[in-house]
């Protein structure tokens, strides 16, 4: 790999890790506040309506497209977008919790959205400035940046917000969001690839709406919606089930962030690994019955008692959720951006990736729902039987697009 290459991989490494950082503590440490308040695992749940502006964000990427033709406009909108996220969390430090969550929760969901919008430019970005066969090595780093900054976010300040606290702490999240531009203001080699034709075609909003009707593009769409469904309810259940079973604070921040998603970060690379040698298609089958693997290990440890507090257990049933996650991450990304068409790479990108989000955020509501109900027994009953139909639907999924794996590992 040429040392250009690497720095632009890196460069973009950096601009994922800025955007999770804040969005991963701010999600981590909510839910197990609201959980030690005995609010219901659906409460909780619905906590996650706060990242709206990640499942909006379609709506305004073909305004984004429009307006960038070149590296530079790219780099401008991630650079002020950035900056807006960046301070926008300094005002936030200077408020109190307790006192004004309201105003509190209101701007950390302008934060949201200027996130979203640094994200669709960074994802089209990327799309033009690879060759597909280093398409898995760009989701990869998308993956690993997330899961960086979800191990910061929701495992090393989480630890130090237990002896820190919110105004000490935020400012310096502040900081590092500002410092991860650094690569990317530094990096003068991303060029853009060339295409087949004269003219760039003109981003405008109905192209939301005819990304969806090319032909063939449903059996994709399906593919999106249900990818992460045996694996959803147990993400996103992890912290309330360990508060249940008995774990402090800083031993969740620990067990599911520092380890968990060191775990996620170790999938991405294998998962782009993977894509490059064994190609799509092994990849999105092999993945689907790791997530079958993984809710099948959930339900066997909790029936005989192995997943309570201190068991070793606790340990190989979270690290492998994260795994098989990071894995099934890099997979959708890189499936996605081989579907995004000339001059609407942010919109078709960020439409695409928008459904994952929606799908993921009402199935964790609705299999929250059934924790609430039937216990985690149920949850993870529900999720090996989405696991195993998700399975068998990857088995012969294949995207509308041919793509000549040969020319592109």
């Given at each position: 790999?040429?040392?250009?290459?690497?720095?632009?991989?890196?460069?973009?490494?950096?601009?994922?890790?800025?955007?999770?950082?804040?969005?991963?503590?701010?999600?981590?440490?909510?839910?197990?506040?609201?959980?030690?308040?005995?609010?219901?695992?659906?409460?909780?749940?619905?906590?996650?309506?706060?990242?709206?502006?990640?499942?909006?964000?379609?709506?305004?990427?073909?305004?984004?497209?429009?307006?960038?033709?070149?590296?530079?406009?790219?780099?401008?909108?991630?650079?002020?977008?950035?900056?807006?996220?960046?301070?926008?969390?300094?005002?936030?430090?200077?408020?109190?919790?307790?006192?004004?969550?309201?105003?509190?929760?209101?701007?950390?969901?302008?934060?949201?959205?200027?996130?979203?919008?640094?994200?669709?430019?960074?994802?089209?970005?990327?799309?033009?400035?690879?060759?597909?066969?280093?398409?898995?090595?760009?989701?990869?780093m998308q993956s690993?940046?997330?899961?960086?900054?979800?191990?910061?976010?929701?495992?090393?300040?989480?630890?130090?917000?237990?002896?820190?606290?919110?105004?000490?702490?935020?400012?310096?999240?502040?900081?590092?969001?500002?410092?991860?531009?650094?690569?990317?203001?530094?990096?003068?080699?991303?060029?853009?690839?060339?295409?087949?034709?004269?003219?760039?075609?003109?981003?405008?909003?109905?192209?939301?709406?005819?990304?969806?009707?090319?032909?063939?593009?449903?059996?994709?769409?399906?593919?999106?919606?249900?990818?992460?469904?045996?694996?959803?309810?147990?993400?996103?259940?992890?912290?309330?089930?360990?508060?249940?079973?008995?774990?402090?604070m800083k031993e969740?921040?620990?067990?599911?962030?520092?380890?968990?998603?060191?775990?996620?970060?170790?999938?991405?690379?294998?998962?782009?690994?993977?894509?490059?040698?064994?190609?799509?298609?092994?990849?999105?089958?092999?993945?689907?019955?790791?997530?079958?693997?993984?809710?099948?290990?959930?339900?066997?440890?909790?029936?005989?008692g192995l997943l309570?507090?201190?068991?070793?257990?606790?340990?190989?049933?979270?690290?492998?959720?994260?795994?098989?996650?990071?894995?099934?991450?890099?997979?959708?990304?890189?499936?996605?951006?081989?579907?995004?068409?000339?001059?609407?790479?942010?919109?078709?990108?960020?439409?695409?990736?928008?459904?994952?989000?929606?799908?993921?955020?009402?199935?964790?509501?609705?299999?929250?729902?059934?924790?609430?109900?039937?216990?985690?027994?149920?949850?993870?009953?529900?999720?090996?039987?989405?696991?195993?139909?998700?399975?068998?639907?990857?088995?012969?999924?294949?995207?509308?697009?041919?793509?000549?794996?040969?020319?592109?590992?």
């Open positions: 790999m040429g040392r250009q290459k690497s720095y632009n991989l890196f460069t973009f490494f950096s601009l994922y890790i800025a955007q999770s950082v804040p969005m991963s503590f701010f999600a981590a440490v909510l839910p197990i506040l609201m959980r030690q308040g005995a609010y219901s695992l659906t409460a909780i749940a619905l906590i996650k309506l706060i990242k709206i502006p990640w499942i909006i964000k379609f709506l305004w990427s073909p305004l984004v497209d429009r307006h960038t033709k070149e590296v530079l406009d790219y780099k401008r909108w991630i650079v002020v977008s950035e900056i807006l996220y960046a301070l926008i969390i300094l005002v936030v430090a200077l408020l109190k919790l307790d006192t004004t969550p309201i105003l509190v929760i209101g701007l950390i969901f302008i934060a949201f959205l200027m996130s979203a919008t640094q994200d669709i430019a960074t994802d089209a970005l990327a799309a033009r400035s690879f060759l597909p066969s280093d398409r898995g090595l760009i989701n990869s690993m940046g997330s899961f960086a900054g979800s191990m910061v976010g929701s495992g090393v300040l989480l630890v130090l917000f237990h002896k820190l606290g919110w105004h000490h702490m935020l400012p310096w999240v502040s900081l590092f969001v500002l410092v991860a531009l650094i690569p990317l203001l530094q990096n003068k080699g991303i060029e853009l690839q060339p295409t087949a034709e004269k003219e760039r075609p003109i981003a405008r909003p109905k192209d939301m709406l005819t990304f969806f009707t090319q032909k063939g593009i449903y059996k994709h769409v399906i593919f999106l919606l249900l990818f992460y469904t045996g694996i959803i309810g147990l993400l996103s259940n992890l912290r309330p089930m360990m508060v249940d079973f008995g774990y402090e969740i921040g620990f067990i599911v962030g520092i380890c968990g998603t060191a775990m996620g970060i170790l999938g991405s690379f294998l998962s782009g690994l993977g894509v490059k040698y064994l190609g799509r298609k092994w990849m999105r089958r092999l993945v689907s019955l790791l997530i079958v693997g993984t809710s099948t290990l959930f339900l066997i440890t909790y029936n005989g309570g507090q201190h068991t070793p257990f606790i340990f190989v049933a979270i690290g492998s959720v994260w795994l098989t996650y990071g894995m099934a991450s890099t997979l959708v990304y890189t499936t996605s951006m081989d579907l995004v068409r000339s001059g609407r790479e942010g919109t078709d990108f960020t439409l695409q990736i928008v459904v994952t989000h929606l799908s993921s955020m009402l199935f964790s509501i609705s299999f929250a729902r059934v924790a609430d109900v039937t216990g985690y027994q149920g949850l993870f009953t529900l999720s090996l039987v989405m696991g195993l139909l998700t399975t068998l639907y990857i088995w012969f999924y294949n995207p509308k697009k041919v793509i000549d794996e040969s020319a592109i590992r």
